[in-house]
């Protein structure tokens, strides 16, 4: 039993490993093997996919706990929950299950979303076409003409197209993603406009010669970004002898071409030989913390 | 249980598994049909130059889909995608102006790649050398890394303040190796929350990280014999969109104020966002990533920052595990047979610039050298 | 026309609850936090994992005849995808307390393809040609600005590796100071791309106030 | 000093409020900073305003919409310039949606130049044949996209009819006024006196660069920031002639063509949120130099 439990799956690691390893050598007289290279991957991605089953349930179960017990601030839990289990079911009706998606054909009514999903028009179907990799391309008529009573034509892939109900649903789930998901990331993300300004204050004091070359190098970079940096420079030509060298951007970009990059390729260096001894590492067995204990 | 590494036994071992491997891998090639091809020149030509397409148009997907996904990454990694790019091309370039040639046999090995394998091979060597060295009994040697001894002394002063420690393994999956050396050192931390009995936060982004993740820091606390003290629940998972998961852990912090944060894995954006809120509630932080891109971005708001391959020997560090330690002196060594191998180039290189050296045959000992590590 | 308005002003208030998160945690970054955490991981269930990996990959080639229609649906499937159904499934043991154990075989199955995948290409896409990258003619003739320039190159990524070496001290006459010019050459570096950075996140926040402003106000 | 030393512990909201307002202010009253052209664009410039009138420029749109803000402002004010001085671009596209951006900014472009056309044409600042409203065939052409970056790259070094029998329309290129020669010949490279290619990533510029000993003609590109570092040892090398940096050097190009688009625009909250967070730099620093002498000073005071 403890070899099944401990050293099969040291011996699974080495062996498939080594497989990629030899995968990538491999040249084409051996297309199964050098198949793999591929085909592995994408298991790897489907085994994947099984474990948000897990984190589904972890996050349920944690937030369930806290309703339950009501912890504080259980409310925000019940949110969560909300837009959880709303955006999930949206999520797997609204795309596409081929058993059951009507079967488009011509002169029928469909409800055809807007490019941005938002909106949708009632429509018939003109004509159909198969492009050469097995895709359709649908030719529509608007049923109702728009505000300036014209009728136009256009030409629509099949995921426009929806019965009446499920545009609705499409609709809705496309308001939860545009409205909430994308403006909730976007707005995190920008956030970091307010974050690089209070780090850059707080960490770019020069404590010691290494702290004034790294804000040294920063000021000049912002500096050069901008058109600023173009005034300064036109500034400085107005100095004797060196002023036409001093170009703000020339230097910055001579600074992120030679001295940083020389920086950068050295951690990238160091980076992949970390990278290359760990995986050695946990292919031979030594590192296998991952695996777990004993029982 | 160290079977696959008691010296003697365990190389005997590998080497019949290696064995069976090769003579596996043999038969299974034997076995198939070589599909019969008479390409002509210009279909030949064609094909192979429609491959390298597809290559140079998966990098680009994958820069594309790291793009959308994370669209900030491509920001400050210029340098990098140039390296990158630049050499398709250039390959691509040299490929297309060669005369077109017929395979004239399938063949086994893929020899444009045996620059990749001599590089994999030295280093194998090395650290396999210096990891026997090391299990033999040799004293190795290493420096003093501050981020890494400062682990311990955030744990204490978070337990003397009676606060929590949150740790976050990076924003990647399991395959990315930097999540898995994050995931280790976690191991790490738990050894030491177990031992002060300090609280142990660690939301995650990705469930199989999750998981695995789970079975480490339990893994940590039975090792310390306080597995009672084992709380999964507090290893939870949040969501997988990375701005989605920082939104969630800022919230976690800026509630519970743990008073050391540990962000060591593979980051992007986020990690300003963590690091500064971190900073605003006063928590100890200790960083580590070997993003080139995120790393400016941790030393300027966190206290410690492993900076790259750091990042690698934090196991080897904390577990003072002879093995671990040898690997390290073997990456050392390639280290120097890289520096090495840089000098001689540029020698080589600016020799074969020079009007005399033109003259000696240094420049097409420098082509041949160039060549070789494309 | 309503759903798009109303999914403005549903964008515009998500967007005032984050930024309220700059002036301290409070009830309204709460909300959009939890609604954000909640609805993001839905979305990648349901979207991403099911509708884009799971079914195209796995489903549609076990099942062609259920997920597919038209000429895909009379394609055989493919026997071999059990394999890492099989293995994905064993990952749900971990709901139990006895079974747990067998999950380890998948672990260590996606260890080795990851970790077997990371030698060869970061040997070959990043290593190589970063060596390659830090190779540089130090003197061309007749061209000193382009000299120096590459001695900058060459010297600065030799003294960066130095000082990521681990198993000596940085001291001593020789490999200390290599190790501290290594140093100036990473703050300088990372000083630039510290700084590079900034451009782009303003753009992000202008981007953001453009829709606050234009989208929802209609001020500009 | 003591405004410096309290200047150490400002909370840090007082610093996003200022980035805020830096970012706010400058985009609800629209003002403007100087901007002066730097050398890279200038280079663009330059060479294009002596480009002798009628010559043909390939304008490769070598990206998708991601990336159109940061680009398409600088290629639709090269698009007036080139119209102002006669100059006929012919547009291609390595990447599948380049076309319809390259639509986009030709018809604003188009319609910038009718606008100032009667302006320009008083003060005398136009070319002697300036069309009024340049024809789709005659004065500029959209061929489209065609796959295969670097190979199709180089058939279009020795003919333009063969990888584009037509246009993006379907119209045949055959008998295309813009693609007439003087010699009679295939329309190639050799008839093209510039080639700009606009990129975000790859299969941009870098398919000219690495072609370049099979066509021998100058070159100059549009980039995203991101990729002006790259793109700089091109211009160190003098294998491009000159480059539109992100939307900075889309502003800068708005500047000489005088027009005010989206670039110029951009710029003004963008270079005061620099100027912010420069200035807080400076501020740090003093407060450190600040702290640094009181304690100084105190130690003195003990001894």
């Known amino acids: 039993m403890l070899f099944v439990k401990r050293t099969l799956p040291l011996l699974i690691t080495f062996v498939s490993g080594i497989i990629m390893i030899v995968a990538f050598f491999s040249g084409p007289a051996l297309p199964r093997i050098k198949s793999l290279e591929e085909i592995f991957p994408q298991w790897i991605q489907i085994i994947m996919t099984f474990t948000m089953i897990l984190g589904a349930f972890s996050l349920i179960r944690f937030n369930f706990q806290k309703i339950a017990r009501k912890q504080n601030g259980w409310g925000y839990s019940i949110v969560l929950l909300v837009g959880f289990f709303g955006m999930a079911t949206l999520g797997m009706v609204s795309g596409s299950w081929a058993k059951f998606d009507p079967e488009i054909k011509e002169n029928s009514t469909f409800m055809c979303l807007a490019e941005n999903k938002l909106t949708a028009v009632e429509v018939n179907i003109k004509s159909i076409e198969t492009t050469k990799d097995g895709g359709k391309i649908i030719t529509v008529e608007n049923k109702i003409p728009d505000k300036d009573g014209n009728v136009f034509t256009r030409k629509v892939s099949t995921d426009r197209l929806k019965t009446p109900i499920m545009s609705k649903i499409s609709i809705l789930q496309q308001v939860l993603f545009e409205g909430v998901f994308k403006s909730a990331q976007s707005t995190m993300f920008a956030l970091l406009a307010f974050f690089v300004a209070s780090a850059s204050f707080r960490a770019f004091r020069i404590k010691s010669k290494e702290a004034g070359l790294l804000m040294f190098s920063a000021f000049i970079v912002m500096l050069g970004n901008v058109p600023l940096g173009n005034m300064v420079s036109k500034l400085w030509t107005w100095l004797p002898f060196i002023g036409k060298y001093l170009d703000i951007v020339v230097i910055k970009e001579w600074i992120i071409s ?21 995986s050695l590492k946990i292919i031979f067995g030594v590192e296998r913390s991952h695996l777990g204990g004993e029982g | 249980m160290s079977v696959l590494w008691r010296p003697s036994r365990g190389l005997f071992f590998l080497f019949i598994m290696a064995l069976c491997l090769v003579s596996t891998v043999a038969l299974y090639a034997q076995s198939e049909v070589m599909p019969v091809q008479n390409p002509t020149v210009t279909e030949s030509v064609t094909s192979e130059n429609s491959a390298e397409i597809n290559n140079i148009k998966n990098a680009e997907n994958k820069l594309d889909s790291k793009e959308s996904n994370l669209s900030e990454k491509a920001l400050s990694e210029g340098a990098e995608a140039m390296a990158s790019s630049e050499d398709s091309i250039e390959s691509l370039n040299s490929d297309s102006n060669k005369a077109p040639k017929i395979p004239q046999k399938p063949y086994y090995f893929e020899s444009s790649r045996s620059s990749t394998l001599a590089v994999i091979l030295v280093l194998l060597i090395f650290v396999a050398y210096y990891t026997f060295q090391a299990q033999r009994g040799r004293e190795m040697f290493i420096r003093r890394i501050s981020g890494l001894s400062a682990i311990e002394d955030a744990v204490g002063r978070a337990t003397e303040m009676g606060r929590g420690v949150l740790y976050v393994p990076g924003i990647m999956d399991m395959d990315d190796i930097q999540t898995i050396a994050g995931v280790t050192i976690l191991g790490h931390v738990a050894r030491k929350t177990a031992e002060y009995d300090t609280d142990l936060y660690s939301p995650m982004t990705r469930s199989f990280v999750m998981s695995v993740a789970q079975e480490v820091v339990k893994q940590a606390y039975m090792e310390k014999g306080r597995i009672d003290a084992y709380r999964p629940d507090r290893i ?15 919230g976690i912090m800026m509630r519970d104020k743990p008073a050391a944060c540990f962000y060591l894995g593979t980051f992007y954006a986020e990690s300003l966002i963590l690091a500064e809120t971190g900073n605003s509630i006063g928590a100890i932080q200790i960083a580590g990533t070997a993003e080139p891109s995120q790393i400016p971005f941790f030393v300027a708001a966190c206290d410690y920052t492993l900076i790259g391959e750091e990042l690698f020997a934090a196991s080897a560090y904390l577990s003072k595990n002879p093995r671990e330690v040898g690997s390290l002196k073997g990456q050392d060594m390639v280290k120097i047979v890289i520096i090495a191998a840089i000098v001689f180039g540029t020698i080589l290189v600016t020799l074969s610039k020079t009007p005399v050296g033109e003259r000696l045959g240094f420049a097409t000992a420098a082509t041949t050298f160039m060549e070789f590590l494309k | 026309m309503a759903t798009e308005i109303l999914c403005v002003w549903i964008g515009a208030f998500i967007t005032l609850c984050c930024f309220s998160f700059l002036y301290k945690d409070n009830p309204f970054y709460r909300f959009a936090e939890s609604l954000f955490v909640g609805v993001s991981a839905g979305y990648y269930l349901s979207v991403v994992y099911f509708h884009q990996v799971l079914k195209p990959n796995l489903l549609a080639k076990l099942f062609p005849t259920f997920f597919n229609v038209g000429e895909a649906a009379k394609v055989a499937p493919d026997y071999w995808l059990i394999i890492p159904g099989f293995l994905g499934c064993l990952m749900l043991l971990r709901f139990s307390q006895k079974l747990a154990w067998v999950s380890r075989f998948t672990v260590a199955f996606v260890m080795g393809v990851s970790t077997g995948l990371t030698i060869v290409t970061s040997a070959q896409q990043y290593l190589i040609p970063q060596i390659a990258k830090a190779i540089k003619p130090i003197f061309i003739y007749g061209d000193i600005g382009q000299s120096i320039s590459n001695t900058v190159l060459v010297v600065g990524s030799i003294a960066c590796l130095f000082y990521f070496f681990f198993s000596t001290e940085h001291r001593g006459p020789v490999y200390g100071n290599l190790a501290k010019i290594g140093i100036w050459f990473l703050m300088i570096s990372f000083g630039a791309s510290f700084g590079a950075t900034v451009m782009g996140r303003i753009s992000l926040l202008i981007g953001r106030f453009a829709f606050l402003l234009h989208d929802w106000l209609h001020i500009i | 000093m003591d405004i410096f030393l309290k200047l150490k512990n400002l909370d840090r909201r007082w610093v996003y409020v200022f980035v805020a307002l830096s970012v706010i202010l400058p985009m609800v009253f629209k003002f403007e900073l100087p901007i002066y ?100 065939g005659t004065d500029y052409v959209i061929l489209g996209y065609k796959p295969g970056g670097i190979i199709h790259v180089k058939n279009l070094c020795t003919d333009f009819m063969g990888p584009y029998p037509q246009d993006k329309d379907g119209t045949p290129t055959v008998n295309m006024p813009i693609f007439k020669t003087a010699s009679g010949n295939r329309f190639s490279m050799n008839d093209i006196a510039l080639i700009i290619s606009y990129t975000a990533g790859t299969n941009g510029i870098e398919s000219f660069i690495s072609v370049e000993g099979d066509h021998k003609r100058p070159m100059a590109a549009g980039c995203t920031s991101v990729n002006i570092p790259r793109f700089t040892t091109y211009l160190q090398t003098g294998q491009l002639v000159g480059m539109i940096g992100g939307l900075p050097g889309a502003a800068e190009y708005e500047k000489l063509v005088d027009h005010k688009g989206e670039g110029r625009a951009g710029m003004a909250p963008q270079s005061i949120a620099h100027l912010i967070i420069m200035i807080f730099i400076i501020l740090g620093n003093l407060a450190f130099i600040a702290e640094n002498r009181k304690v100084s000073k105190s130690k003195l005071k003990k001894e």
């Open chain 2, 236 to 250: 939870n998972y949040l969501t997988d969109d990375q701005f989605g998961y920082v939104a969630g852990v800022g």
């Open chain 1, 258 to 278: 030679y001295p940083s990059s020389a920086a950068q390729s050295a951690i990238l260096i160091g980076a992949m030989l970390g990278y290359i001894s760990s």
């Open chain 4, 37 to 136: 052209p730097g050398k890279a664009v200038m280079g663009v410039y330059n060479t294009i305003d002596t480009l002798p009138e009628g010559s043909r420029v390939f304008l490769s749109f070598d990206f998708d919409p991601a990336a159109e803000s940061e680009l398409g402002p600088g290629a639709t004010a090269i698009f007036v310039h080139m119209f102002r001085r006669n100059i006929k671009p012919i547009v291609g596209c390595n990447w599948p949606v380049g076309n319809e951006i390259a639509e986009k900014c030709l018809t604003e472009a188009k319609k910038i130049h009718l606008d100032t056309y009667d302006s320009y044409l008083n003060n005398n600042k136009l070319v002697k044949n300036c069309i009024r409203e340049p024809k789709n």
